[in-house]
């Protein structure tokens, strides 16, 4: 099948020579990072993790929503979502994927990292999380493969691919469960120390998953056979707006525990995001423009009549996208470190060598997604 | 686990030692001339070693900073001059920084001026052991929290969960910026973390750590917490201590007189 990726129209081509181009530059930079060490990011001895290890926790979501077709359609027996299941597998493989490689970027001996699975230590959660993420690609590999194999040839699928298929719901969960594990069982970092991150997290991921999701099936649509049906795309809305309300509602849970309780350390990492902190104020206009983005975005979704217009539907979906983006890519990781244990404030920002090998990894998880909604595409005949 | 390390490196050292002398490295090893001393070197032992940091002392001595320069040359900590590639396994800072949550607007002028001397903790329950994934960072049965520059894959996750800073990262070759190399310590490469490791090194060859040692003034106090009769467990008897972030439940080694 993957030989449908190589036959494209001129449009399909450009796309992947442009992003072909950012790979390149990404990897450029790479090498630049590898040669001269993680210094040229601007992390540093206090704000230890940054926009990489941010960018996993975003895209490990954006991998984990993909249980929100997944679940309706194999569970649930919804139909509806039989067209855009696939497309929600594949956008979990490219984004585990993306997760991978960030993780790979931030070490500082890439080469070793092995060491993790030759000297395996059961009580770190990295080490799990490594363990989950890969199964999880492993799995979607598998389902993905055999269903749109089976509907090349026109047969139902394997049998045994429905136990893995129904495997993949609750490891899907498990996997950003675990991404929260690694930041809310640290007795050093009080902002992340809160029972809710879990929650908090699938809460944005299946937002900004099915989003994303609404968006490519718009795109797909536009410039494809393609339609994933109007059905669809309002569940898939509907999801979003549940899940979006209940991630505000959990954020304004942070907020009352801090400020009532007024303990000083977790209230730190609060004003550092949205009034700044000792004269720190870099992530203070981020944070604003999400929780602005949010409440249009709740409100646009609640609202059945926007809700169902396709172009405030849209609009909502960038603002979720956003939203959450800003949150968990930007402000969640960093907002850990400031101030530090020391209670010190050390400025940090992204430089650009990180950024665009940032961009460099997106554009590999875009290349994915677009060769595998090409061969998807292709095996229906809708490319 | 640390101990068949350390003989293994030992024995390696010598076969190298021999190789390049031209013998066969097992007559080396019974031979008078290799032998690295006509004594047996006899290892200072302990069962749970801690620190007691007298500031007391310290404060008497206002801007020395001995203990600092022996540890860094001996253990080649490269010097950045800047605080974000920074490496240091022992440095000092304010009280509001090192007691965070002790720290009052009416406290002493003594207290708030002086520097509070900071080191690796060597926790009971050290969180930076729990969280690394490859077991580069490791507890020795006598308390030391020990760091494996060799297996450490640079993931960062023990900077994360240390809650004294403790733990430095190599952002870059600190090979060039070493101002005088010593050759008894190994020098480390990019991307890896380091720390202070209680000077297991010189413990093994019967030396005090280096900070205690140079210290004129006795502010540092070194010695086996099981061990009734010791210093460290007399000072703790008779003087008030405490130690950092208690409430963490860490069991930080490192205790400080006031």
Redesign the interface.
Known sequence: MLEKALYGDKKYWSLVFILGGFILLGLFFYLKQYNTGLTITGLGRDVSWGFYIAQLTFLVGVAASAVMVVLPYYLHNFKVFGKITILGEFLAISSVTMCMLFVVVDLGQPFRMLNMFLHPSLNSVLFWDSVVLSVYLLLNLIIGWTLLGAERKGIAPPRWVKPIILLSIPWAISIHTVTAFLYCGLAARPFWMTAVLAPRFLASAFAAGPALLILFSFILKKYTKFDAGKEAVQKLAMIATYAMLANIFFILMEIFTAFYSNIPEHIDHFKFLFVGLQGNTLMVPWMWASSILAVIAALLLVIPKSRNNTTTLGIACVAVFLSIWIDKGMGMIVAGFTPSPLHVVVDYWPTWPELFISIGIYAIGLLMITGLYKIALSVRGEA | MGIDRRKFIKYAGLTTVAGILGKNPIDALADDEIAVSSEPLKPIVGKRWAMVVDLKKCRQKEGCHDCIDACHHIHNVPDFDN????VKWIWK?HF???F??QEHEYISDEVKHTEILLLCNHCDDA?CV???????TWKRDDGIVMMDMH???????C???????SR??????PRPFIKETDPDFPTR?????EKCNFCAERLAKGQMPACVEVCSEGCLVFGDLEDPESEVRELLRSNFTIRR?PG???KPEVYYIV
Not at chain 2, 159 to 165: F, T
Not at chain 2, 168 to 173: A, G, I
Not at chain 2, 189 to 193: I, N, Q, S
């Open positions: 605080p974000k590639d920074e800072d509001k920084h090192a965070v949550e969180p729990r969280v690394c994934p490859t077991q580069a297996r450490c894959i640079g993931c960062r996750y900077l994360v969960a240390c809650p004294y800073g430095s990262f190599n952002w870059r070759d490469m990019r991307g890896v973390v972030k963490l439940g860490t």
